[in-house]
């Protein structure tokens, strides 16, 4: 018969040794993240081989409806997702001239858009989304705030970053921009 200390002994190591297994597998099938035009935003797994790839040939018109707010010493989760769909369609193929998105950042996500100088204020840091709204201007992606949702949020429009443009509302643009065709996409 097995005493208690051998099998608890034995039990730890199997354990252990699990756990080891596990990892290593993990560690394996870890995909190779990439950053396809938009570095160090959005990362994604390209998947040539996939079903449903967006042809080279299509302008695609999207209005992100951005509202999400996020931790202030991070980038917001919904602007990364907007990096993460150029990036997607250009690792398929599409050329930046045939994207045409536009971000429209309203409700709790207001603040995102402020310039350094307010956001410390509010904050105590630089705004972590500045960089990626110029990456995003940068490839074409225009970051739009409503002015009803800066008034809501007591934030003035001269405290917008300058790559940002304030415009009436989120529902006229929304509403403007689905009548020139752009699918809404809410974050």
Known sequence: MISKKIFAALSGSLFSIALLAIGTAATAA?????YTT????????PAPETGMQPSKDVEYKVVFSMTT????????GSLDRVARAVN????????LSHLHFVVVVHGPATPSILDDAHYRE???????NAKLIGELEKVGVKTVVCAQALAHNG????????QVEVTLSAITDIIMLQT???????L
């Open 30 to 34: 870890d995909p190779e993240w990439t």
């Open 38 to 45: 938009i570095q160090g935003f959005g990362k994604i797994v």
């Open 69 to 76: 707010g996020g931790d202030a010493d991070k980038v917001n």
């Open 155 to 162: 934030l003035q429009r001269d405290w917008v970053n300058s």
């Open 122 to 128: 509010k904050f105590k840091m630089d705004n972590p």
């Open 88 to 95: 997607l369609f250009t690792s398929a193929g599409v050329p």
């Open 180 to 186: 020139q065709g752009y699918v809404i996409y809410p």
